[in-house]
């Protein structure tokens, strides 16, 4: 690593360097969300450091342009805790403002080399916020939300963030490297990498849980994966709320050759309850989409009528990750799982 005068240090003291704030204001780059209210004037308690592409060439941000770990820090817990909630934008337009401002908020830690507690900080609550977003607006058009996009950032972050965990011991690891194999659930790679983890986290409640979500899918035991799934607590289940429907479409190729006999039909009810779909409806509306005949109120099971429909638009779940939500802000809840 180079020395102190190749990584510059912060000083920065607010959440936007003041000369980009005039600039980005004369050229009329300002977000709403930055704006004083009633104005188009920037407010310095709501702008923040947008993120800047790297380009040949450029010069390193001078001090004053960086923001210190403190300032970093700040700026995460403002935009989660009051840009976050905004119910008066679309919600992918205060995501696609939260997200590329935590970009730059990785981009000033990256530039300044930051590690141990302080980028461990930044990575758990970008994460915590991300992993949250990608349910919330799982259900948006890709030109509003980027899934692809997404997923590189969070896998980003959680490859960083584990790296920092491998210098030293951190409150949030076991619950961070626990979402960590939720998120990649069935990947081969990540289930050796917790399973290389030292023992006191492997052996964590939150590690534990998701070990045994991992195994059941693994094993294709649905009815202990759907009820290791339903004890999930929010973020957890918001990590691993993009594996349901390639879940429940395996489930259902298993019992079209379980089930499969002239004369025997699945209640709808039932099926909806082992699979922790929200109803009946949903249930039916699943099976039709996988080929199979519903008569009423149950579902007939035939190997041969199996169909595959490619790639499903995972949709909202009241039962599995609304009702877990609860009433506490976000920011409260990310910060439960960092202490």
């Known amino acids: 690593m180079g020395g102190a005068d190749e990584f510059p ?3 920065c003291p607010g959440m ?9 204001e004369r050229q009329g780059r300002l977000h709403r969300l930055e704006l004083r209210e009633g104005t188009r004037q920037g407010d310095p308690a709501r702008v923040v450091k947008e993120y800047s592409r790297p380009a040949a060439g450029k010069e390193l941000p001078r ?3 960086l923001r210190p770990a403190p300032v970093l820090l700040a700026t995460v817990c403002y935009l989660l805790g009051q840009v976050a909630p905004r119910a008066d934008l679309p919600p992918a337009e205060v995501h696609a403002f939260i997200s590329d401002r935590l970009r730059a908020v990785r981009q000033d830690a990256t530039l300044q080399r930051l590690r141990g507690a302080p980028c461990v900080a930044l990575l758990e609550r970008s994460l915590g916020y991300l ?40 409150h949030g690891e076991p619950a961070f490297q626990a979402l960590f194999l939720l998120y990649n659930l069935g990947f081969p790679e990540a289930l050796r990498q917790v399973l290389q983890l ?21 094993e294709r035991n ?35 050759h379980g089930f499969s006999a002239r004369n025997c039909r699945c209640p709808l009810a039932w099926l909806a309850r082992l699979l922790a779909v929200d109803s009946p ?15 009423d109120g149950a579902v007939v099971f035939q190997k041969a009528a199996f169909r595959d429909p490619g790639v499903l638009i995972q949709g909202l779940s009241q039962l599995l990750v609304d009702s877990k939500r609860g009433e506490a802000p976000l920011l409260e809840i990310i910060e439960d799982a960092c202490s």
């Open 9 to 11: 240090v912060g000083t």
């Open 16 to 24: 936007c360097p003041l000369g980009e704030l005039a600039q980005r």
């Open 63 to 65: 001090p004053q342009e």
């Open 131 to 170: 992993l949250h977003a990608g349910y919330q607006l799982c259900q948006e058009p890709p030109a509003r939300f980027d899934p692809h996009l997404h997923r590189t950032q969070l896998q980003e972050c959680f490859s960083w963030l584990r790296r920092c965990y491998r210098d030293s011991c951190h």
């Open 198 to 218: 030292p023992d006191p986290v492997r052996a964590s409640p939150e590690l534990c849980t998701a070990l045994a979500v991992n195994w059941a899918y693994l």
């Open 222 to 256: 649905w009815a202990r994966f759907f009820r290791l799934v339903q004890a999930l607590p929010y973020l957890p289940i918001c990590a691993l709320h993009r594996h349901l429907g390639p879940a429940r479409r395996l489930a259902l190729l298993t019992f079209s």
């Open 281 to 295: 409806e949903e249930m039916a509306e699943l099976c039709c989409h996988h080929g199979f005949t519903v008569l």
